[in-house]
């Protein structure tokens, strides 16, 4: 899949080296390789958004290189390929060696996979699911802060899934842990590829059952009830946790009205 890229080479262009993006001037690279010298470099195409191929090219380019949350206000089907290349990236980085014998390994050409030639191991990019929840209380939700999140924003409660759980259980033991409250009426409403690090966040709506809030402090910094009508910064638009709090706003301001 990988080949070495020629001048003419042309679209979105992530370049990624140990989790980092190169964004000149703040923005995604867009155009042919030549404009940003990029002929020679070995890269793959990972995708198309809109006509244009979206390129993976691993190297460092030392100057301009950010994070992927730099580019969360950007169009969500863009933002999701600029995430599976820097998922992609790090898979590869990862896995240089075979963790069953130690031989080198090399990049599938079919697939996006890494194959051992010694003993013939073939490993594939790991999603780790996530459940993330909006709970609903009345005409209030119950948004937290997380110590993760440093610039005042709040949002729903979420968490990993473990071994041997459903997603039913994760979210029970989730909001345990987090809040200290018991939820009912468990609803699925969507997933989201989630590139930190290599998540797929899967959505529910639920209504609050019983308990009062105790925070997990390893986990959150606040959390508490919040009218539909006075909420406080909430997460970007285009994420999950996004539609998850509108969708919730929408069903209590429905109900009040």
């Not at 969360?72 to 863009?78: A, F, I, T, V």
């Not at 003993?119 to 802060?145: K, M, N, S, T």
Request: hydrophobic share 40%; aromatic share 10%.
């Amino acid at each position: 899949m990988e080949r070495e890229i020629s001048s003419v080479d042309a679209g979105w262009w992530v370049v990624s080296h140990e989790h980092k993006l190169w964004l000149p001037k703040g923005q995604l690279p867009f155009g042919r390789a030549g404009t940003f010298d990029l002929n020679g470099s070995t890269g793959s195409q990972i995708g198309e958004w809109q006509g244009d191929a979206v390129w993976l090219v691993r190297e460092n380019r030392a100057q301009e290189m950010g994070s992927l949350r730099q580019l969360l206000d950007r169009e969500p089907g863009l933002f999701q390929l600029v995430g599976r290349g820097l998922q992609l990236a790090e898979f590869y980085r990862s896995h240089k060696w075979c963790g069953y014998c130690g031989h080198e390994m090399h990049t599938s050409r079919t697939e996006w996979a890494c194959l051992c030639g010694h003993c013939r191991q073939r490993y594939y990019p790991q999603i780790a699911p996530c459940i993330i929840v909006a709970i609903r209380r009345g005409d209030e939700i119950l948004l937290a802060q997380h110590t993760r999140h440093r610039n005042g924003i709040y949002t729903v409660l979420a968490g990993f899934v473990e071994v041997g759980e459903t997603l039913e259980q994760t979210v029970a033991r989730e909001v345990m842990e987090e809040s200290g409250i018991k939820v009912k009426n468990l609803r699925y409403v969507s997933s989201q590829p989630w590139p930190f690090p290599q998540s797929l966040m899967v959505a529910f709506m639920a209504d609050y059952e019983s308990g009062d809030i105790v925070i997990d402090p390893k986990e959150l910094l606040d959390a508490g009830w919040y009218r539909f009508d006075a909420l406080p910064q909430l997460p970007p638009v285009g994420t999950v946790a996004r539609r998850l709090i509108e969708d919730t706003v929408a069903l209590c301001r429905a109900d009040a009205e």
